[in-house]
T-cell receptor
Framework: DGGITQSPKYLFRKEGQNVTLSCEQNLNHDAMYWYRQDPGQGLRLIYYSQIVNDFQKGDIAEGYSVSREKKESFPLTVTSAQKNPTAFYLC????????????FGPGTRLTVL | GENVEQHPSTLSVQEGDSAVIKCTYSDSASNYFPWYKQELGKRPQLIIDIRSNVGEKKDQRIAVTLNKTAKHFSLHITETQPEDSAVYFCAASKDGSGNTGKLIFGQGTTLQVKP
């Protein structure tokens, strides 16, 4: 279903802990994205990567970090510096050079206890 | 900065009626406008998109119109069915060489179709 997987589906974190959300795709897409979704709001871009070993900050990057060591993988770390991390996190990927359709993963719901 | 405004935030229609959702964008260089449907707790899925060289596009009961001058685009759903009930998001981005594929999303519209 779209070739993008995210894990875990649900994640609970205590305050002060870092957590890492997984995103994997087998679509051979170059570009990958992380969005945050809060109730009543649209998707907001956290980080994106257009090629392996390169990534850029989105609109709300503070308190988050990413890596792109492999084309298939784009993990997101939510650090303790993120003051309000409870949200639904969506990963997406896109084939560059052929249009802008982004395919989304199933999402991870993060709750801070 | 780049911005997309979407209205209404909620929309309730009777089954069989039409539904219209409207978006405006701020960046006149935007040239790609997708619409996503998101059911509760699930991933957004692309339902239709339009590029700036086209004024209208239709796919069965769904159509999208674009007015570049007004920087405005709309989603039209005809003969609505209960399974159309979901949250709909519009988005805008700039396509072309060197583009990042960044999508700027509207705030979403919750559509409820009453049987």
């Amino acid at each position: 279903d779209g070739g993008i997987t995210q894990s875990p589906k649900y994640l609970f974190r205590k305050e002060g802990q870092n957590v890492t959300l997984s995103c994997e795709q087998n679509l051979n897409h170059d570009a990958m994205y992380w969005y945050r979704q809060d109730p009543g709001q649209g998707l907001r871009l956290i980080y994106y990567s257009q090629i392996v070993n390169d990534f850029q900050k989105g609109d709300i990057a503070e308190g988050y970090s990413v890596s792109r060591e492999k084309k298939e993988s784009f993990p997101l770390t939510v650090t303790s510096a993120q003051k309000n991390p409870t949200a639904f996190y969506l990963c997406a990927s896109r084939r560059t050079g052929g249009g802008n359709e982004q395919f989304f993963g199933p999402g991870t719901r993060l709750t801070v206890l | 900065g780049e911005n997309v405004e979407q209205h209404p935030s909620t929309l309730s229609v009777q089954e069989g009626d039409s539904a219209v959702i409207k978006c405006t964008y701020s960046d006149s260089a935007s040239n790609y406008f997708p619409w996503y449907k998101q059911e509760l707790g699930k991933r957004p899925q692309l339902i239709i998109d339009i590029r700036s060289n086209v004024g209208e596009k239709k796919d069965q009961r769904i159509a999208v119109t674009l007015n570049k001058t007004a920087k405005h685009f709309s989603l039209h759903i005809t003969e609505t069915q209960p399974e159309d009930s979901a949250v709909y998001f519009c988005a805008a981005s700039k396509d072309g060489s060197g583009n990042t594929g960044k999508l700027i999303f509207g705030q979403g519209t919750t559509l409820q179709v009453k049987p």
